[in-house]
């Protein structure tokens, strides 16, 4: 089984790409250097490409410094866009939900609920780096339900789930089907398995 380092600390998204990329033959691994997930800056950006390509940049820098250089490196950034709040929360998913969380932005809306996901991942193939960008569109919940997944996965209803499930109702499997992430690491992996990367 071929190996693949993701670098994240958000060990929903390790689990995602796991559940997704094992049963494909790809062993996802998170990336450690002295036993934990190193540190890397957040560049101030309005575009998640921008912000994706910043971190595999210094990705491949660790990766250099423990003479893993030839070995791939994953990295993603993904964002939640609700049309009714322009741009937001966007590239401040994670803030935003740290400081009003799902509850906060359930209060903020009305009428308009529509809202897509966004992942850019960046892939280090060992020579070079790939990008790959999943989208999924959807509406924002008028309640938070369900209790699996993380973030906003309990107010994101997407547009292909005919029963209206949020993603925190959802299996694991059911959620990458329709998911952003799952859309970017499926295209991914149809690059690998193409180009033998
Ligand atoms: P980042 O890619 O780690 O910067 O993610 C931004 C924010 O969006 C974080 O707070 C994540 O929890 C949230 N987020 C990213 N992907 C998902 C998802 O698939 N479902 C729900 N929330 C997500």
Known sequence: MATLNFLTGNSGKLVEAQNLLSPLGWEIQSFHIDGKVPEIIEPQSDNLTTVALAKIAQGVELLATQGRFEESL???DSGLFIDALPEFPGVYSAHVLQSIGCEGILRLLDENRSAH???VAALWT???VEVFVGRCDGTISIDMKGDGGFGYDPIFIPN???NGHTFAEMSAEEKSTYSHRGRALR????YLNVDGA
């Open 74 to 76: 994953l990295v993603e």
């Open 117 to 119: 996901f966004l992942t």
């Open 126 to 128: 060992g020579e070079a």
């Open 160 to 162: 292909e789930c005919e």
């Open 187 to 190: 295209a991914l992996f149809d």
